[in-house]
């Protein structure tokens, strides 16, 4: 009874006249500067999980189900994914590298395979909920936040600054873009490395950046579309939804697939004004049209890493460090080269779904072909497949060619083994393959792969979407598509149907001529 006084309370006072001397209105329905269990204050993360699950009893459990928490996923097909047991080509691997990589990972203390999963202490909730902006999680401290002024690395003289734990658990509340992307603006080391169609831009973004998001428009948060229940978040690049022949639905009642799809909304026959465009869902991913391009706010994507050409040092004996005209790192003597690119149009492809990954283990045989880290399975004819936009990366990374894997690489800590440290191959392979009991050579070559990131975000307003000349052209978009005829395109030319069409067309217009020509003679002649 007492929160429904306060919330007819809250709708009276939202409708009353306004006062000038009254106070606004919370958005959030509880006060948590007022809660007792938060007026305290907190030497560490796990202190202030805690005090959390006091009230909050169930949200350590349910977050422990998640690939959030898991860091794991295990695909229809059987394989075992996920940070922890898949190798990229970006920074390689979390594993033997956890310290620095848990700064995204929402626990407390994981700093190696030993840290418990179990514990729901280790939970942390305010990286997901924090509404400050002074949140931080330091890369090297195994996911835990800084408490107390801290000198890191030692001996560096570079001060880390403490963070307050109790005005921050006071203030907090539902997550936000800005939230969600602390850690996914920046996968990959650094901001729009990875994913091409995810960076800082996307906080506070404009209309013409992204019509969902746009800050003065829609608005979206993330969890508009990725609609979270029981810290269960929808939506993951293990397991994407590559066709949807669901109608659109209303928020909060069952739906059969994911609600994170263009169709969740739009539904099968979204386009009003011009029909025949609907012709085309059937075959065509909503963002191939409504996506024109990727990295467009701004932020450059990497688009390819060479770890090949890293351990030059400059005059100071440091790692070289290159930049380009815009002041972003296009060489670091600790990673190698890097290409970057900005409004990039995506590569496209027939996609179902279905993803398969190259894992820790698998015999790899050296060709002049690059090692695909994942294949996006589909075709034409399957029945379940449309054209997707896709972010094609490439890189060139550390293998063993003895035992014919790639490795896992000891890059990150304050040891002599860690590559960022000494720029040895050979003791960084050997520590990271040690950290999870594989086989090692001693020998390091390195191997081209390249991986596929589908293109979701960075949704152009309708006036901005590709036009009918953008594929329906010599050389357009869709050029190197197969299995499907495209008018207008190269590769759906033949010689002889033109030959034949375009006579065709000249003996129409020659009769068209001739019986014009004839109608002016018989009337000059009538005359």
């Given amino acids: 009874m007492a929160a429904v006084m306060a919330s007819m309370l809250l709708v009276s006072a939202a409708h009353a006249a306004p006062d000038a001397g009254s106070a606004k209105l919370l958005k959030s329905t509880a006060d948590h500067s007022k809660f007792k269990e938060l007026k305290q204050a907190f030497n560490s993360g796990p202190e202030v999980t805690k005090a959390c699950l006091s009230c909050h009893t169930e949200a350590a459990k349910q977050i422990q189900k998640t690939e959030h928490w898991n860091w794991e996923y295990k695909s229809p097909e059987g394989q075992l994914l996920g940070k922890r047991h898949v190798i990229n080509n970006f920074c390689t691997s979390i594993t033997s590298n956890e310290a620095d990589c848990a700064a995204c990972h929402i626990g407390y203390g994981f700093k190696d395979e030993k840290f418990d999963f179990s514990a729901q202490v280790n939970v942390d909730c305010l990286v997901c909920h924090d509404t400050t902006g002074k949140y931080k999680k330091p890369i090297g401290f195994a996911g835990n936040p800084v408490t107390k002024d801290t000198e890191f690395p030692p001996g560096s003289g570079k001060i880390i600054k403490a963070v307050d734990l109790q005005a921050i658990a006071q203030h907090v509340g539902k997550s936000s873009r800005t939230t969600c992307g602390a850690c996914h603006f920046y996968g990959g080391g650094g901001d729009g490395v990875k994913h091409g169609d995810l960076d800082s831009s996307l906080e506070a973004p404009e209309k013409a950046l992204d019509v969902h998001m746009d800050a003065e428009g829609n608005n979206f948060v993330c969890d508009t579309c990725h609609d979270t229940q029981g810290h269960q978040v929808p939506g993951s690049r293990y397991a994407p939804t590559a066709q949807d022949k669901g109608e659109a639905h209303v928020r909060g009642k069952h739906y059969s697939t994911s609600p994170t799809t263009c169709q969740a909304c739009h539904g099968q026959a979204p386009h009003k004004k011009i029909a025949k465009l609907n012709d085309h869902t059937d075959k065509v991913a909503c963002q191939t049209c409504h996506i024109p391009k990727f990295a467009r706010g701004g932020v450059p994507t990497k688009m390819s890493w060479d770890w090949s050409t890293s351990g030059k040092r400059g005059p100071d004996g440091k790692p070289l460090v290159t930049k380009n005209a815009d002041a972003y790192e296009v060489y670091n003597g600790k990673k190698g080269d890097f290409v970057l690119a900005e409004n990039v149009i995506p590569q496209y492809i027939w996609f179902n779904g279905k993803v398969k990954y190259t894992l820790r283990g698998d015999k790899i045989e050296a060709s ?119 008018p207008g395109r190269v590769s759906d030319h033949n010689r002889w149907l033109d030959t034949a069409g375009w006579a065709i067309a000249a003996l129409t217009l020659l009769g068209v001529l001739g019986h014009g020509l004839g109608r002016v003679v018989v009337s000059k002649r009538k005359h």
Avoid at 368 to 383: L, Y
Avoid at 415 to 444: C, H, I, Q, R
Avoid at 445 to 458: E, L, N
Wanted: glycine share 8%; with cysteine; charged share 20%.
């Fill in 368 to 486: 002049n072909q690059p090692v695909h880290i994942n294949s996006f399975e589909g075709s034409a004819s399957d029945g379940k497949s449309l054209i997707w936009p896709v972010k094609v990366f490439h890189g060139k990374q550390a293998y063993d060619p003895v035992n014919k894997t790639l490795v896992v690489t000891h890059l990150a800590g304050e040891d002599d083994t860690a590559y960022w440290e000494n720029l040895n191959w050979k003791k960084a392979v050997a520590a990271g393959m040690a950290s999870v009991n594989a086989p090692f050579s001693g020998k390091v070559d390195f191997i081209a792969t390249d991986s596929t990131w589908p293109i979701t975000h960075m949704v152009a307003p309708a006036k901005d979407a590709l036009h009918c000349q953008d594929c329906h052209a010599a050389g357009g978009r869709l050029e190197k598509v197969p299995g499907i005829y495209i």
